[in-house]
């Protein structure tokens, strides 16, 4: 083969690493993000009706936290799976699991239907969504950043990070249509179509993956017999700093994020008397803005550099914590739009950089399962439990200074964390960067 051959097969492999990974976090995120949108707006009258307003609201959330608090279990099932036996595989494993998840809560019956069953099964199909993409996230990152150049790994690992604004845009848009064309059935039967078409997208989605290689990077791996394992007890033994300032440099990102595009929801239809439908459209258009912000944040912490970049998004988000309610409260519709924007570009400035900021820490031999884990761990502290602790702010308070004040709290610790976050990203090209060759050890895969 010639050289010309070669660089044309390797060029032609990594655009379809990228697409693969792309499509594969945006059907994901889609049906992770479908979930909250339905938390705030419709979980509480089905599957908890008969209860307080915000009572039922907490419960609906509630629900939505067992789906984060099971991503570190996804992560570490499946980065394990992942750096012992390749990416592509876990990757079409996870896509299926988050596929028939979403598909079942749209067939489930209601509480008034079924009972106490309703809202049990409902827990356990979020479970599933959550083990889902705790697993997706390392895998798709690294698929498509380890096909990258080392000079573009922020943008190369940004483009996977587009899932969000593209999920986000999707399951907003399946929901706004929905609630607009079957107007009053839409709590009856109306919510459930977005939740089953997510089986079509799996189907695309399951396309796309079949026809990407494994990464190169653990190609090395697996060549050069580095295979560990156990390779998320490694992960602990040898980079369990790198895994613990991965979780909480997230938690100026992760925590704002669920209340500027679930908690809004909720906040502004009961609090505010905004329009379900106007709050919906003003989410559409920030997510689509994302679609630009995201890649150009990655890009330029390829310039920049990845820490001056996150910490200038840190700064914003903390500065724009008290801003944000005061735009949504003139219940004014451009200055509503406009907060809902802002929260979003500040939220990319982190996001953009962000995978490459922590998968580049960890060495080739347990990156899914290091990176995999810090990332979703964060998932615990700051994405699940944000949007209960905004309620229950609020229900006690009845004041969003509490909730501005505690996003504040979180851009502090995301700060801390980042200064000590290790330097590490020389870890990236080395291919037996944790423990020795697995020949020696004995610890390879055969």
Same mark, same amino acid.
């Given at each position: 083969? %010639?050289?010309?051959?070669? +660089?044309?097969?390797?060029?032609?492999?990594?655009?379809?690493? +990228? +697409?693969?990974?792309?499509?594969?976090?945006?059907?994901?995120?889609?049906?992770?993000?479908?979930?909250?949108?339905?938390?705030?707006?419709?979980?509480?009258? *089905?599957?908890?009706?008969?209860?307080?307003?915000? /009572?039922?609201?907490?419960?609906?959330?509630?629900? !939505?936290?067992?789906?984060?608090?099971?991503?570190?279990?996804?992560?570490?099932?499946?980065?394990?799976?992942?750096?012992?036996?390749?990416?592509?595989?876990?990757?079409?494993?996870?896509?299926?699991?988050?596929?028939?998840?979403?598909?079942?809560?749209?067939?489930?019956?209601?509480?008034? %239907?079924?009972?106490?069953?309703?809202?049990?099964?409902?827990?356990?199909?979020?479970?599933? !969504?959550?083990?889902?993409?705790?697993?997706?996230?390392?895998?798709?990152?690294?698929?498509?950043?380890?096909?990258?150049?080392? $000079?573009?790994?922020?943008?190369?690992? %940004?483009?996977?990070?587009?899932?969000?604004?593209?999920?986000?845009?999707?399951?907003? /848009?399946?929901?706004?249509?929905?609630?607009? =064309?079957?107007?009053?059935?839409?709590?009856?039967?109306?919510?459930?179509?977005?939740?089953?078409?997510?089986?079509?997208? *799996?189907?695309?989605?399951?396309?796309?993956?079949?026809?990407?290689?494994?990464?190169?990077?653990?190609?090395?791996?697996?060549?050069?017999?580095?295979?560990?394992?156990?390779?998320?007890?490694?992960?602990? $033994?040898?980079?369990?700093?790198? #895994?613990?300032?991965?979780?909480? +440099? $997230?938690?100026?990102?992760?925590?704002?994020?669920?209340?500027? *595009?679930?908690? *809004?929801?909720?906040?502004?239809? $009961?609090?505010?008397?905004?329009?379900?439908?106007?709050?919906?459209?003003?989410?559409?258009?920030?997510?689509?803005?994302?679609?630009?912000?995201?890649?150009?944040?990655?890009?330029?912490?390829?310039?920049?550099?990845?820490?001056?970049?996150?910490?200038?998004?840190?700064?914003?988000?903390?500065?724009?914590?008290?801003?944000?309610?005061?735009?949504?409260? =003139?219940?004014?519709?451009?200055? /509503?739009?406009?907060?809902?924007?802002?929260?979003?570009?500040?939220?990319?400035? !982190?996001?953009?950089? !962000?995978?490459?900021? #922590?998968?580049? %820490?960890?060495?080739?031999?347990?990156?899914?399962?290091?990176?995999?884990?810090?990332?979703?761990?964060?998932?615990?502290?700051?994405?699940?439990?944000?949007?209960?602790?905004?309620? /229950?702010?609020?229900?006690?308070?009845?004041?969003?200074?509490?909730?501005?004040?505690?996003?504040?709290?979180?851009?502090?610790?995301?700060?801390?964390?980042?200064?000590?976050?290790?330097?590490?990203?020389?870890?990236?090209?080395?291919?037996?960067?944790?423990?020795?060759?697995?020949?020696?050890?004995?610890?390879?895969?055969?």
């Amino acid at each position: 083969m %010639s050289t010309e051959t070669s +660089v044309s097969l390797f060029r032609s492999q990594r655009r379809r690493a +990228v +697409v693969a990974s792309t499509v594969g976090t945006s059907i994901e995120w889609y049906d992770f993000f479908l979930y909250g949108t339905a938390a705030a707006l419709v979980f509480p009258q *089905v599957f908890f009706p008969g209860q307080t307003p915000y /009572a039922g609201v907490i419960a609906s959330f509630g629900t !939505q936290f067992v789906g984060f608090a099971a991503r570190p279990i996804g992560a570490a099932i499946f980065g394990h799976y992942g750096d012992r036996i390749g990416r592509k595989a876990t990757l079409i494993i996870t896509l299926m699991i988050m596929g028939v998840g979403t598909a079942l809560i749209g067939v489930l019956p209601g509480y008034a %239907s079924i009972g106490i069953a309703a809202p049990i099964l409902l827990t356990v199909l979020r479970l599933l !969504q959550g083990i889902a993409v705790g697993g997706e996230w390392g895998g798709s990152v690294l698929l498509s950043m380890e096909w990258g150049s080392d $000079r573009r790994r922020g943008l190369m690992a %940004s483009w996977p990070q587009l899932g969000v604004p593209i999920g986000l845009l999707l399951s907003t /848009a399946m929901v706004q249509l929905m609630s607009v =064309t079957t107007g009053p059935d839409f709590l009856t039967w109306g919510w459930r179509v977005p939740f089953l078409a997510s089986l079509v997208l *799996v189907g695309i989605g399951l396309y796309v993956r079949l026809r990407v290689l494994e990464s190169p990077a653990f190609t090395a791996v697996k060549e050069s017999q580095s295979v560990l394992r156990v390779p998320v007890l490694e992960a602990f $033994r040898h980079q369990w700093r790198e #895994i613990l300032t991965s979780a909480l +440099v $997230r938690m100026s990102e992760q925590a704002p994020f669920y209340l500027f *595009v679930t908690f *809004v929801l909720s906040y502004g239809t $009961r609090e505010l008397g905004l329009s379900r439908t106007s709050l919906l459209t003003d989410t559409l258009i920030a997510a689509a803005i994302g679609l630009v912000s995201v890649p150009l944040f990655g890009y330029l912490s390829d310039l920049v550099g990845r820490r001056l970049m996150y910490g200038i998004g840190i700064v914003c988000t903390a500065l724009y914590a008290f801003p944000y309610f005061g735009l949504l409260h =003139t219940r004014e519709a451009n200055l /509503a739009l406009l907060a809902i924007i802002l929260s979003l570009i500040f939220h990319d400035m !982190q996001y953009g950089p !962000q995978a490459a900021l #922590i998968a580049e %820490s960890f060495g080739p031999n347990i990156r899914y399962s290091g990176a995999g884990i810090g990332y979703q761990l964060a998932s615990v502290v700051a994405g699940g439990p944000a949007p209960l602790i905004a309620a /229950a702010i609020l229900e006690s308070t009845g004041s969003s200074t509490g909730i501005s004040l505690y996003i504040v709290g979180c851009c502090v610790v995301s700060f801390v964390a980042l200064l000590f976050m290790p330097r590490r990203g020389e870890a990236f090209q080395a291919p037996s960067v944790v423990g020795r060759p697995a020949r020696a050890t004995g610890s390879a895969v055969a």
